[in-house]
């Protein structure tokens, strides 16, 4: 497991050497792409002679689309709150048949990000209204952190100051098991009234401890995101495949948008 993002497991090898972030600028593919394409990509086909690639620009504007409908979803989950727990389910059950889908649907890629978009709202609007009794906009800060994070992680992966290397995945391979194992007996421990039924990061000083730690590790999967798409690029996947990647792209967002918003939810708390 790279990533908590069940997308990147398709994209498990990022050390095909020379790759460049958005080196493609939409060419027709006119021979047949590397052997290693399909290994490096399990489940993909390799585009096939006259065939469109993906490209830089088709990830970013299906990412835009993704989150114009996320958006769109938060604004409904904002003003019925109470559709959060189906919407967190439907969102579930969408995710992970997008994620083991072998063809990737359009439709069905739309779809969840409406239908988490309206989870995202429902428990952005609860958080605010629960925690933050003193009038602190945890949502906004939320989002502004979320944004920051995003770039942040975007200029060091560009800049090569933090690179993705066989090293780097198992690391987070290591740090994102252990972080299951202790969020879900966290989970175990809230229904015993452990933290003030937050589990774990209820419980002083640990529980701030390991929202950051969330935090931080759904910041870094954004780079094997990146590297997903790096590599999608470099080895001229076909263009449908940039929805799958935008796919990926917006499951890591939503959960560092969820990390954050658990972490100002705690702050805010302890101030009351």
């Known amino acids: 497991m790279e ?4 997308v990147i497991r398709r994209y498990a090898d990022f050390q095909k050497p020379g790759s460049v972030l958005g080196n493609n600028q939409g060419t027709v593919i006119t021979s047949t792409p590397v052997e290693s394409s399909t290994k490096t990509f399990p489940g993909t086909t390799p585009a096939k002679p006259g065939e469109r690639v993906v490209t830089m620009d ?5 990412s835009f689309a993704m989150l114009a409908l996320l958006l769109a979803g938060a604004f409904v989950g904002w003003n019925a709150p109470g559709l959060a727990i189906i919407a967190a389910i439907a969102g579930l059950v969408l995710g992970l048949v997008n994620t083991f889908k072998k063809n990737v649907s359009p439709v069905l890629v739309l779809a969840y990000a409406l239908i988490q978009g309206v989870f995202v709202g429902g428990i952005s609007y609860i958080y ?4 933050a009794a003193d009038g602190t906009n ?3 800060n939320t989002i502004m952190c979320t944004i920051v994070a995003f ?5 060091l992966f560009k800049t090569g100051i933090i690179k993705v290397d066989a090293k780097f995945t198992r690391m987070m391979m290591v740090a994102m098991v252990s972080y299951l ?3 879900v007996i966290s989970f175990i421990a809230s229904f015993m009234g452990v933290g003030g039924g937050w589990g774990f990061y209820g419980v002083g000083g640990l529980g701030i401890l390991l929202a950051l730690f969330g935090v931080g590790l759904a910041s870094f999967s954004l780079m094997l995101d990146f590297q997903s798409i790096r590599q999608a690029i470099s080895l001229n996947l076909p263009e449908k495949e940039s929805w799958r990647l935008a796919f990926g792209l917006t499951v890591t967002l939503v959960w560092l948008y969820l990390e954050m918003l658990r972490l100002f939810a705690i702050l805010a708390g302890r101030r009351d």
């Not at 990533?3 to 069940?6: F, L």
């Not at 605010?128 to 925690?131: D, E, L, M, R």
């Open 138 to 140: 945890i949502v906004g």
């Open 181 to 183: 194992v202790i969020a």
């Open 58 to 62: 088709d990830v970013v504007m299906k």
């Open 151 to 155: 770039g942040t992680m975007l200029f």
């Open 128 to 131: 605010q209204n629960a925690f």
């Open 3 to 6: 990533s908590r993002n069940p």
